[in-house]
Structure formats: C-alpha cells, structure tokens
C-alpha cells in the first residue's frame, strides 16, 4: 500500500476542493454585497454566473493540462496547478467588484489542470486491487473540502461582523469581508505546494530503452508477417485514439451528466437553504448551511474510505452506480417539503438527506473514475483524464449558471399549476439523475473488458 503516494494524491485533491467549496456558504450574501441585483429574486442569476466561471474556464484547459502531463510529467503540472490557486484564490477574497471576482475565479479555472493529472498519477501508483481505494481518495478529498471549505467560508466569512472584538471595521478584514476564508485556504495550498517538492513522479521516458526497442524491432522484422504488420499498426493507432475509444468517452459522456446534476444540485443547495422561507426556501444563515455540509462531508470521509471499496468489490462500479442514481431520485423530490418542517426536525432531517445525497453520488463519480482510467494504457491517461475534465468542467460551468437561472424563475411562480416554486427545480434536477440513469445501461455504455460482468 503506497501510503506516502496516497497522502499526495489526498492533499492535492483538496487543494481545488477547498476553494470551490468554501465559495458556497457565502455565495448569496457575496452577491448581495457586491450590489449587483437589483432585487432580492435575481440573486440566484448572478450567483450561477459567478460559480461558473471557475469550472468554464478550466473546460477551456484541461486537456491540454492533461496533454501536458503525458509529456513533461505528473508533477511539473500539479505544481504550477497549486501555484496558481494560491495566487488567484487570494486575489478573489480581495474582489472589490463582481467583475474582479469573475476575473479571478476565471483565471483559477483556467490555470489549474492538477485533477486530471492527480487521478492518472493515483492509478500509477498501486496495484490493481487498490484502484478503487486510490480515486477514492480523489472523491475524499473532495469530502475533506465539504468539511473545511463551508466551515472556513460559513464561520470566517464577515469576521467585522461576527467577530468586532477581534476584527476592526477599517481594519483588511472589515474592508474585505470575505478574504479571510480565503486566504486560509491560500495559506494551505502554500503548503501543499512547498511538500511537493518530495513527490515522486510516476511518468518516466527513457531515450536508452526507447532506441533499445527500436533496435530489436528492427532485427525481428524480417521474421513478422507484413499482413500482422497491418494489423499490428491499425492496432496502435485505434490505441492512439481517445475519439475512437468508445468505453473512453461513453463513461465521460456519463460523468459529464452526472457531474452536471451534481453541481446544479449543490448550486440550487445554498440558495435554496439561505432563501426567505416566502420563496419556498429554509431561511439558513450562512453558519447553518457551513454546518450542513460539514457534517456532509465528515460522513463522505467515512465513507470513501471505509465502505465504498467494499461495495465497489462486491458490485463493480457500474452497478454500484446504477443502484446509486435510482436511490437518488426519490431523495430530491423529498427536499422541497422540508419547508413545513420546524427545529429540530428540520435539521435532523435536512442533514440526513444530504448525507446520503452526497454519499450516493460520490458513488456515481468514482466509478466513473475507475473506468475511464482502466480504458486507456499509462501513456494516455494525462490526456484522457484531461479530456474528462474539459468535458466535466464544461458541464460544471453550464450548471451554475442555469441553476442559477431556474432557481430565480421558480421563485417567481410560487403559485404554479405544475410543480410550483422550488419544486420544479428539484424535479429538473431529478429529469437530469434519470438521464444519467439511462445512460449507464447498455448499449450506450461500453466498459473496459475486465468489467463486462457488470
């Protein structure tokens, strides 16, 4: 068990995750701020577009990242990756202007390719029956986010405000109320990245072994047959191919759709629990919300670690995923009802909801993983996992900014025949699980050879 090249695959993966998800405690009262909707409904709208300029911009670059890491190695791109969110992530918490926080989170996006690299380098270093347990820690990264990220963002955000004995109002904090969760999650990248300097690379060229194969190609030639030759050649480049490697791009098809609903969902999250309950939404604070996805997250940890490579061996990642998304569509039509609910009901049961919500779809995603790195050999995972990202992280980008969208316009039809309010988002958000759902069955869904028993 490679323990030390587990903990760098954990930390690197947290590194993206803590700023992404430390932006969504405080995404409304950030909109609301920046004084740039002219009413209370609109928020949600500029709150999407805001959260979907990290994830548009890194669809921009991802592949080539990831085209990167296939050729100058693993560690080179997760470094300037990392270099890259301590820079932009502080300048974010600095944003003076909703364009300045657009620009920022753009240009994080776009300069960090880490994840695509990270997930081929957690595959190169183990064996086989430790492939689950590996991406998993990808997805438990992300669990550790959703634990520290809302909490820094939920409890540090407005430090005047929350804490004025401590923190001035003229003082940095009090003039730029949301800097301080992100310049601790800055600070934490700093580090990640100093420790990098000891990681190990995994993708190794050597000239002497390449001519040496050339060499004894050559003298065994004459002993192949031409037509072998032929055939040996359209094999190569079918291999060379990610646009022709159907169990490649059908999985990425899948997590696109399923990457999609998770970010529409968490996005339609926050602001529906922050809403004025008039809207159909649960009046949280801030802290409330930080406190939800920190339980969320503790449980994610848990679970990634400890149960998901059991049930990943006893049902493979397909079916594991299959069962996942049909247990998913039930959960969501159950969220819009919880507005009738009163403390402490209602967060008992918000919290349990969320806790299996997110369980199941780090069920979904890591799958996902486990295919697409299975479906390609070791010199094309850099840009196969870089092609998922560009995929991902377009879908990623659309789903704010549409969530955004819905969640404003449902709050305006409270009072609508079908589905009114808040319940025709969670049922949009169900349309889309169903698709994914879909999707995962053949014929659409090819699967490298070792899974065909799923």
Request: glycine share 8%.
């Amino acid at each position: 068990m490679p323990y030390k090249e587990f903990l760098y695959v954990w930390m690197i993966s947290l590194t993206p995750a803590l700023p992404i998800s430390s932006l969504f405690p405080f995404l409304y009262f950030m909109i609301r701020d920046l004084n740039v909707a002219k009413r209370t409904e609109d928020i949600g709208f500029y709150a999407g577009f805001l959260g979907a300029s990290f994830m548009f911009a890194r669809c921009l670059t991802s592949t080539a990242w990831g085209i990167a890491a296939d050729h100058i190695g693993r560690k080179p791109v997760v470094i300037f990756g990392i270099f890259s969110v301590v820079v932009f992530n502080t300048l974010f918490g600095l944003s003076v202007s909703y364009w300045m926080a657009i620009a920022t989170r753009f240009l994080l996006g776009a300069l960090n390719g880490l994840l695509g690299p990270i997930k081929a380098y957690a595959i190169e270093v183990c064996r086989p029956e430790h492939e689950a347990l590996a991406l998993s820690l990808v997805n438990t990264s992300w669990g550790i986010g959703l634990i520290i990220g809302p909490a820094l963002g939920g409890y540090l955000a407005l430090p005047a405000e929350n804490f004025p004995n401590v923190f001035s109002p003229d003082s940095l904090f009090g003039r730029f109320p949301y800097f301080l969760p992100c310049l601790c999650t800055s600070v934490f990248a700093a580090a990640v990245l100093i420790s990098c300097i000891w990681m190990p690379e995994t993708l190794h060229k050597h000239k002497g072994s390449e001519n040496e194969n050339q060499s004894i190609e050559a003298l065994e030639a004459h002993l192949i047959d031409p037509q072998e030759k032929v055939e040996e050649s359209g094999s190569l480049n079918t291999k060379k191919s990610l646009f022709k490697n159907w169990p490649l791009m059908s999985s990425i098809i899948v997590y696109c759709i399923f990457s999609f609903h998770d970010m529409a969902y968490i996005e339609v999250f926050s602001l529906w629990a922050e809403s004025d309950k008039k809207y159909g939404g649960l009046s949280l604070s801030s802290e409330d919300v930080g406190q939800v996805l920190a339980v969320t997250g503790a449980s994610l940890l848990v679970y990634q670690l400890f149960l998901y490579p059991r049930i990943n061996k006893v049902l493979g990642p397909v079916n594991s995923s299959r069962i996942a998304a049909i247990l998913c569509i039930p959960i969501l039509f159950a969220y819009p009802y919880m507005t009738y609910l009163s403390e402490p009901g209602l967060s008992i049961v918000l919290n349990i909801a969320s806790v299996i919500k997110n369980n199941l779809s780090a069920t979904i995603i890591t799958g996902n993983f486990i295919l697409q790195n299975n479906a390609v050999p070791q010199d094309q995972r850099g840009a196969a996992n870089g092609l998922s990202m560009t995929g991902m992280s377009f879908f990623k980008a659309v789903a704010p900014a549409g969530a955004g969208i819905v969640f404003s316009w449902a709050q305006k039809r409270q009072h609508g025949f079908f589905f009114p309010g808040d319940q025709m988002v969670f049922f949009l958000l169900n349309v889309i699980e169903l698709l994914g759902l879909i999707l995962t069955f053949k014929p659409f869904l090819a699967v490298p050879e070792q899974y065909n028993r799923n």
